[in-house]
């Protein structure tokens, strides 16, 4: 019995798996907006009663979506991280991997910035806002971790302030020139500004915020 009940759970999970894929599919081709559950489940060969037990509407999938990408999130900048000794060239590697993550999975980078303006639910520790928050926590965790690394070899400045909030200005930052770098293509085409240069000079100038 326990063997099949381990199946059961194994076979609900990669239905669920099966139906997030669908979506981000059907979300990258039509935009959320357009996006209809039909065919989500069309794409998940699942019946629309079936997607509803798993998902009760597009932002329950949206939300589904938003932690899947945090989690990618997390790995790519601990992967940022451990290329690089200095503390101070991680968080380089860090901005980097954040502008990446945004050029290459817009449909996570978009369900992110939709749902930072429904974070209702905050404190009740069973909402999917609150596993979000959580979730959001630990890509942070990966930056302060960077700048207390450089705050110990001496490549981040000892008086920069408290981690958590240079973690999330940082992040500010990024997150508005990776935005920039995604949908301003041809007004940096226009004005003769290679998109890559604009993307090095703005890491260049939040790490010079926090060097030592």
């Not at 500010?172 to 007004?187: D, P, R, S, W």
């Amino acid at each position: 019995m326990e063997g099949i009940e381990s199946r059961r759970v194994e076979e609900k999970e990669r239905r669920r798996e099966d139906i997030l894929d669908a979506a981000e599919t059907v979300f990258a081709a039509k935009g959320f907006d357009a996006a209809k559950m039909d065919d989500i489940a069309r794409g998940a060969r699942v019946s629309r009663a079936l997607l509803y037990i798993y998902f009760k509407d597009k932002r329950e999938l949206q939300f589904a979506l938003c932690l899947r990408g945090l989690d990618l999130l997390r790995r790519r900048f601990a992967e940022a991280r451990g290329r690089h000794a200095r503390g101070v060239d991680q968080i380089k590697a860090i901005g980097r991997a954040y502008i990446g993550f945004v050029q290459e999975f817009p449909v996570y980078f978009n369900a992110m910035a939709r749902a930072e303006a429904q974070h209702t639910e905050l404190e009740d520790a069973s909402s999917v806002c609150h596993r979000m928050m959580l979730a959001g926590r630990a890509v942070h965790m990966e930056t302060i971790t960077a700048l207390l690394a450089g705050q110990q070899d001496g490549s981040v400045r000892a008086d920069v302030g408290d981690p958590l909030r240079v973690a999330m200005t940082l992040w500010g930052f990024t997150h508005g020139v990776a935005q920039l770098a995604v949908t301003k293509v041809e007004i940096f085409a226009h004005e003769g500004v290679p998109v890559s240069a604009f993307i090095d000079h703005a890491i260049d100038m939040a790490t010079r915020s926090i060097a030592a």
